[in-house]
Structures are given as C-alpha cells and as structure tokens.
C-alpha cells in the first residue's frame, strides 16, 4: 500500500511538467531550426511556483528528515553505554590497550 501511495504521488508530482513542457523547433543564430524545451501550455509565474515547491517536497523534505533521524540516532548513541556488566579490572585493561596504540 505503500509503494502504491508513492508511485501514485510521485505520478501527480511529474504530470504537470507532462503538461506544460513542450519540445518545439525554433530558429538559431544562422536559421537553422534547433529543438528546444520550454514551457508552452502553462504561465510562467505558474510553472516557477510549481519547481519551487517540487524542490522542497522532492529535496528539503526528505532530507529534513534524514538529518533529524541522524540526530535523534547520535543523540541516543552519545549516552549509551557499553553493553555488558561493568568489570573495573577488564575496563582498566580495555584503556590501557587504547593508550598503548596512540
């Protein structure tokens, strides 16, 4: 369902650039026609607004959430402790070996 819900909404994300974007041949410096891309069936304000919010829905959206995963993550393993009973003899010797391989 999932993957439905997401298929689906990436598919209404693209179909306004379906819309809007049309290959048409227009003349170059030396009048020869050259292919090019560009909005055709939408106002142009329209289609800035529309890539702004693509940007922040396909690009900061996402990676907002990554960063707060992070740090949710980095913020619970900076307070953890070793898993095991705490032995001071073994723990000694643990730090001994850390300093002898600086």
Not at 32 to 50: E, I, K
Request: aromatic fraction near 10%.
């Amino acid at each position: 369902i999932v993957i439905g819900c997401i298929w689906l909404f990436s598919s209404a994300l693209a179909v306004p650039n379906a819309i809007a974007l049309r290959v048409k041949n227009l003349p170059d410096d030396r009048g020869n026609l050259v292919p090019v891309c560009g909005v055709h069936n939408m106002d142009p304000v329209t289609m800035q607004m529309y890539m702004h919010i693509l940007v922040c829905v396909q690009y900061f959206f996402p990676l907002g959430i990554i960063t707060f995963a992070y740090v949710r993550i980095g913020w619970e393993l900076w307070g953890a402790q070793t898993p095991g009973n705490a032995n001071d003899g073994r723990d000694a010797q643990v730090l001994k070996n850390k300093k002898n391989l600086n």
